[in-house]
């Protein structure tokens, strides 16, 4: 099946920073990404679809200059975890598509802001 | 109410045994159903998609009721390998996966 590579896998941070989350499509053209955010013992939440070369729609509830999307090619999309903060602190998840195709998810990053 | 929603777990049986979960949804428009699973701190793997008439896979059996808006997991002899958290979800009309929150599975020796 088709790979979706996510990094990194886990980072600790100092609450206050920013943290960038990587998404690649290794081997298909994504022209959709979504990312996830997954709380431990609950489902994973959809927080914003991003369209290559265009901005990302956002979830309600989930701020847009707070977590900063950005899918400026069919391969890549990135994730910024702007002044992060402990309730931060959770499984992020993206999941990329291309046309006509299921969407497959990257390995997930465990983020612990400290 | 939740869009998906799962049977509480968790779910302790023994090796062998048969299992079954139960998932409904709110949203009669949604397009496409799944079962996915997911080991701990990992990511979701689809496990099966599901249809009106149902369909098997090995010891996975799916079916969807649609105009209960229902869908059901039957695992038949349930192995070790087994035990994992398995995630019902829906598609929507604007093609965004929907998760239910999962229903955690234990098999035991």
């Known amino acids: 099946g088709a790979v979706v590579s996510q990094h990194p896998s886990w980072v600790i941070c100092k609450s206050g920073t920013s943290v960038k989350i990587e998404c690649r499509s290794l081997?298909?053209?994504?022209?959709?990404m979504f990312w996830y955010r997954q709380f431990p013992k609950q489902s994973l939440m959809l927080m914003a679809t991003?369209?290559?070369?265009?901005?990302?729609?956002?979830e309600q509830g989930v701020e847009k200059d707070k977590f900063l999307i950005n899918h400026a090619s069919l391969t890549l999309s990135t994730l910024t975890v702007t002044s992060a903060h402990p309730e931060d602190s959770s499984f992020y998840i993206c999941?990329?598509?291309?046309?006509?195709?299921?969407?497959?998810f990257g390995q997930g990053t465990r983020l612990t802001v400290v | 109410r939740k869009e998906v929603e799962q049977d509480p777990g968790p779910f302790n049986v023994p090796e062998g045994a048969t299992v079954a979960f139960n998932c409904t949804y709110s949203n009669s428009a949604s397009q496409s159903f799944f079962w996915y699973r997911q080991d701990c701190r990992k990511e979701p793997k689809l496990l099966m998609s599901?249809?009106?008439s149902g369909n098997e896979d090995g010891r996975f059996t799916a079916q969807l009721n649609r105009a209960s808006q229902y869908i059901s997991l039957l695992i038949r002899d349930s192995k070790l390998s087994d035990s994992a958290t398995y995630l019902c979800v829906v598609r929507n009309q604007g093609g965004k996966l929907i998760f239910g929150q999962g229903t955690e599975l234990s098999v035991k020796p």
């Open positions: 999941s990329a598509r291309g046309p006509g195709q299921e969407a497959f």
């Open positions: 599901v249809y009106s």
């Open positions: 991003s369209n290559e070369g265009s901005k990302a729609t956002y």
């Open positions: 081997d298909f053209q994504a022209t959709t």
